[in-house]
């Protein structure tokens, strides 16, 4: 679990993974694209958002046009200060030009910051199409893209679907020993929904012990709840606020991520718990 | 012939010359940042100040804590639930993203709108939706206060409506 933190933090405030090799296009010969490359790697030491970042990548796509990376890097600034319409037209440009490269994060992207459920779908549906390998990870490393799959077909109302995929996934992850953060948590919501609350229980009890969160015992409080369990409820409620406070919840840099809960709504539902007598 | 190959450089080296200037002005048209506000007095309110200049204000994310509310992301979207109404017998789908500044005090000021359907295709939603969402947000009269190092910053926020059939499904982030 620390190591998979770790990873998390590293894939959230860095490019490095997307990073092209340009010695390798002046290896196979394709010179204008090293030289938009070697220009492209000029950014190296400026902020996404900032002026020059952006002037460089352009002079980049002025040498070729045809050089994704630069498309993709442009992207960014547009996307995490929510201008859609922008961002769009970059990241569809990337896809264009290699579609196995950035149809993952385009789905990613569409999900993590616009819930585009439909179009993320697609996007990785695609690119599984494409690709005989793993389709990988979300940019920030929280979720497999099958994992955050599942959560569209979720939100877009095919719950048994997702339960599959997911479910799938996960044994994946199980085998690989890199479950992520919130996997276990997200099926667990799942099945309670679809009203298999003791399988719902038996999911929360393994992602209390691979990384407890406030979420968690709240929705693991429900489950009880339906099985009349009062006890486990109300104690299930008071961990929820404990850990609520002590910072251990859902978390995205960017966003607030699906099954994210607030205070606001455990001390609702300890107040029910107190209106119906459960103390 | 000399003339013609005359006229065809002549009108070679304008178009070259007109492309370049299109060229220059679109490196110009960047700010300091990508999605900079500048304040704009016809439509801006001039009370509104930020606290520490332009050039140092920052984007809500910059400090790592993710996307922070006042009171919590519950109270925004209870605020939007209780007062948006929605316009019956229209159909308007997409996105609607307003972008705004919140200064060191927490007041919000420089909104700005993008509007697109589900395809990312700019349009412009029904005026009433616009407004209606626009009104709500500018009448939210506190938001977080953010402080690096102790002190409080200026920084951009912005709210993404997700509007279908005219109702409001989602707002992000």
């Known amino acids: ?279 | 012939m000399k003339k013609s190959i005359l006229k065809v450089t002549l009108l070679f080296s304008i178009l070259c010359s007109c492309q370049s200037e299109i060229k220059t002005s679109e490196k110009e048209k960047y700010l300091r940042w990508v999605g900079d506000i500048e304040q704009n007095d016809q439509i801006d309110e001039t009370a509104f100040k930020v606290c520490n200049g332009d050039d140092k204000i920052l984007q809500y994310f910059n400090l790592g804590n993710g996307p922070i509310y006042a009171g919590e992301k519950s109270k925004v979207l209870n605020t939007f639930k209780s007062k948006y109404k929605p316009i019956s017998g229209k159909k308007e789908n997409g996105l609607i993203r307003i972008r705004f500044i919140v200064n060191c005090e927490g007041k919000a000021g420089r909104f700005r709108v993008v509007q697109s359907d589900y395809d990312y295709q700019e349009k412009e939603f029904d005026d009433e939706i616009v407004s209606q969402l626009l009104n709500i947000t500018k009448g939210i009269e506190n938001w977080e206060v953010l402080k690096q190092n102790e002190v409080p910053i200026d920084y951009y926020m912005y709210l993404i409506f997700k509007i279908t059939d005219g109702q409001l499904t989602e707002i992000l982030p």
Not at chain 1, 84 to 99: G, H, N, Q, R, Y
């Open chain 1, 1 to 279: 679990m620390k190591y998979l933190n770790f990873l998390i933090l590293l894939f959230a405030f860095s490019n490095v993974f997307a990073q092209p090799n340009c010695e390798a296009y002046k290896y196979y010969g394709d010179t204008l694209k090293y030289e938009a490359c070697k220009k492209a790697m000029e950014i190296s030491g400026h902020y996404q958002f900032s002026k020059k970042y952006q002037t460089i990548l352009d002079e980049s796509i002025e040498i070729d046009p045809t050089f994704d990376y630069a498309y993709w890097a442009k992207s960014i600034a547009y996307l995490k200060s929510g201008d859609f319409v922008s961002w769009k037209k970059l990241i569809d440009k990337a896809v264009e030009l290699k579609p196995k490269n950035h149809l993952g994060y385009r789905g990613w992207c569409r999900y993590q910051f616009f819930r585009d459920y439909k179009g993320a779908i697609k996007d990785f549906e695609k690119l599984d199409s494409l690709v005989g390998y793993d389709i990988g990870q979300s940019q920030n490393g929280t979720y497999h893209l099958n994992i955050a799959k599942g959560l569209c077909y979720k939100a877009i109302g095919e719950k048994e679907k997702a339960v599959q995929i997911i479910e799938k996934q996960i044994k994946l992850n199980e085998k690989e020993n890199f479950i992520g953060s919130y996997d276990y948590l997200h099926l667990g919501v799942l099945y309670l929904e679809l009203g298999n609350f003791e399988k719902a229980i038996e999911l929360f009890k393994k992602q209390s012990k691979d990384n407890e969160l406030a979420e968690n015992q709240y929705y693991l409080a429900l489950a009880y709840k339906n099985l009349n369990k009062k006890t486990e409820y109300k104690s299930c409620l008071e961990k929820a606020k404990e850990l609520y406070i002590g910072q251990s919840r859902m978390f995205d840099f960017y966003s607030n991520p699906m099954d994210k809960v607030y205070l606001e709504n455990i001390e609702n539902e300890i107040k029910t718990a107190y209106n119906n007598g459960h103390r």
